[in-house]
């Protein structure tokens, strides 16, 4: 019975815990890794926005006076220029092994120092300028005091007979008042620029932006009120503010636990290719909630450990094939929406191979295929095989590959065995009898990894992010109306 040979593989216990102990060890070496490339990478972030409120200051102290107009250009300009090429620094594909992570971020942390220096040298002219601005503005500012000091002086003195007979309680109960009003209004201003600074964090939960907005309109109401009611509103914002820190401190732990369970999976991946592939967790933001991240972390930790297993039996059965005479080809990408891997074990000495599955639940399957031209697809570039199928054929290769599955059946029981004796126990699923109706001829091809890294491995479930980016634009817009 050599047609299709179909079993349910499987390790044995002391094999699969020595696995999993191995890859615990590649996280733990990842995490480490990739928890210094993220502090690099948000120490580069908070740069493009310190750059950002440099203008913007830098702007506002020229008051939109014509004089400055070429200076406030420039200065557009510049913001443009440094923001782009910082972005661009921080825009990188990150490798899959911890020694290339780290020398990434060396990268990183060399080209964002270089990128700072050239800023701060092309900023100096400019500030330079907005100073000299400054300092006239202000000694015209001084001679207009003057002046309107001297006049206020001549008023107050034909004033000074009415005072006497002003109400001084109620003077001091309107400034009272008036003092708190300020007060109130000074600290509401302070809080509502907390709260947005906590909604623009990459790490709040879509239910505290919420609670922080619930909260402004409570403190912005209390604002006009006496002071005890604003006090009271303060002390129920501080509890919310506290609780939404140390939230998004557990937030941003759990996302290093993914990005590091993210990196592993595509290392793990990448065993299997012959060229690695470079990737990119999904941003923090896209993720609405901590349960939505730590699902995620699930889904990709179970997908590791059997990607791990998977990768384990391939390289087992590898060497086997090879003492049948086989060599080992890399994997074949036949459909753009394939689960499991593909692989075509020739021989040495011949136009035929093994033509070998191995899918997510762990079932191998063999057949004996034909060797043919790869047919390459430009508009799927992530497609590297393709399958010419028996009533395609001539009859002779036809009867040839049926001599081969013939041939084939005696070998497929030692392969079993050899395999066993490793660890890999293969659990008989199905046979199939030598047919022409199986002869098929396999044709591969060089194709783009990076094209494959996605669709082949469905890394993540994703969240949309254009719909999170207008949820998170609209919140903002009424923590907006709320300040007005």
Same mark, same amino acid.
């Given at each position: ?81 440094h923001k782009d090429m910082l972005t661009m620094a921080i825009n990188i594909d990150i490798p899959t092994e911890p020694n290339d992570i780290s020398a990434c971020c060396n990268r990183l942390i060399h080209e ?69 009003? %300020?007060? &109130? @209004? ?5 809080? !509502?620029?907390?709260? *947005? #600074? +906590? $909604? ?115 390289? %087992?059965? &590898? @060497? ?5 005479? !086989?060599?080992?080809? *890399? #994997? +074949? $990408? ?9 692989t075509m074990c020739k021989n040495i000495s011949d136009r035929t191979a093994i033509h070998m599955h191995i899918s997510e639940d762990k079932r191998v399957m063999m057949e004996v295929v034909g060797l043919g031209a790869g047919k390459s697809r430009a508009s799927e570039p992530s497609i ?79 969240? *949309? ?20």
């Amino acid at each position: 019975m050599s047609g299709p040979k179909v079993d349910h593989a499987e390790l044995e216990r002391q094999r699969r815990a020595e696995l999993e102990r191995q890859r615990q060890e590649r996280l733990h070496s990842i995490r480490k890794e990739t928890e210094r490339l993220n502090r690099e990478l948000l120490k580069a972030k908070m740069q493009v926005g310190q750059i950002d409120r440099h203008l913007t200051q830098l702007v506002a102290y020229t008051q939109n006076n014509d004089v400055m107009a070429s200076v406030v250009t420039a200065l557009n300009a510049l913001r443009k220029k440094h923001k782009d090429m910082l972005t661009m620094a921080i825009n990188i594909d990150i490798p899959t092994e911890p020694n290339d992570i780290s020398a990434c971020c060396n990268r990183l942390i060399h080209e964002t120092s270089r990128l700072l220096s050239l800023y701060n040298n092309d900023i100096v002219p400019y500030e330079e300028r907005v100073t000299d601005y400054r300092k006239q503005m202000a000694l015209l500012d001084d001679v207009a005091s003057v002046s309107e000091q001297f006049s206020a002086r001549a008023e107050k003195i034909k004033d000074l007979s009415r005072i006497v007979d002003l109400d001084f309680s109620i003077k001091l109960e309107n400034n009272s008042r008036l003092k708190t009003e %300020q007060s &109130n @209004e000074h600290r509401a201003i302070q809080i !509502f620029e907390e709260i *947005e #600074e +906590l $909604i623009n964090s990459e790490s709040i939960q879509d239910h505290e932006i919420e609670s922080l907005l619930s909260i402004a309109g409570d403190i912005h109401r209390a604002a006009f009120m006496t002071k005890s009611t604003f006090d009271a509103a303060t002390v129920e914002y501080s509890i919310v503010r506290a609780n939404v820190l140390r939230n998004i401190s557990i937030f941003d732990d759990t996302y290093q636990e993914y990005f590091a369970q993210y990196i592993e999976y595509a290392n793990t991946l990448n065993i299997s290719r012959s060229k690695s592939a470079y990737t990119k967790p999904v941003e923090k933001y896209r993720f609405g909630s901590l349960e939505d991240l730590e699902s995620e972390i699930s889904f990709i930790s179970e997908a590791a450990m059997k990607a791990n297993e998977r990768n384990y039996m391939a390289a %087992q059965i &590898n @060497e086997v094939m090879e003492q049948f005479g !086989f060599n080992v080809s *890399e #994997e +074949l $990408i036949i459909d753009s929406t394939q689960v499991g891997s593909h692989t075509m074990c020739k021989n040495i000495s011949d136009r035929t191979a093994i033509h070998m599955h191995i899918s997510e639940d762990k079932r191998v399957m063999m057949e004996v295929v034909g060797l043919g031209a790869g047919k390459s697809r430009a508009s799927e570039p992530s497609i590297n095989a393709a399958v010419t199928l028996s009533s395609e054929l001539s009859n002779s290769e036809r009867d040839r590959l049926v001599g081969e599955q013939v041939r084939f059946c005696d070998m497929h029981p030692m392969i079993v065995a050899a395999l066993r004796e490793r660890g890999v126990i293969l659990n008989k699923h199905s046979r199939r009898e030598p047919d022409i109706k199986y002869s098929k001829v396999i044709g591969s091809a060089e194709f783009d990894i990076g094209a494959v890294i996605e669709s082949a491995s469905r890394l993540t479930k994703r969240i *949309e992010s254009e719909s999170l980016k207008r949820r998170r634009t609209t919140m903002k817009e009424k923590l907006m109306v709320v300040k007005v």
